[in-house]
């Protein structure tokens, strides 16, 4: 995806609980934390259940916590809504 730039692209995705002796939600935040900028895709598929909702709001969250804040830059499918979304651009306002 970014392969002719400097910017290294970290692709989350429904994984075993953990990455070693880590747990997920550790490494996730970790690499956010270190990130200039987090893409989110959102799909039917993605906002189907309340465990993927859980995470999607999770990284919203570490992203909008650290200062300075970590933009986020949402791609949606068309009719995909989750209860929170129209909350993040007052994150970062």
């Known amino acids: 995806m970014f392969n002719d730039t400097d910017t290294k692209a970290v692709r989350m995705e429904y994984e075993s ?11 996730i935040r970790d690499e956010i934390l270190k990130s200039k900028a987090l893409f989110l895709i959102l799909t039917n598929n993605i906002v189907a259940t309340a465990h993927t909702q859980n995470w999607v709001s999770f990284e919203i969250g570490v ?13 949606k499918e068309q009719n995909v809504n989750l209860a929170f979304l129209h909350m ?6």
């Open 17 to 27: 609980l953990s990455r070693g002796d880590r747990p997920n939600w550790t490494w």
């Open 63 to 75: 992203a909008s916590t650290r200062t300075p804040v970590i933009p986020v830059f949402l791609f």
């Open 88 to 93: 993040v651009s007052l994150l970062f306002l």
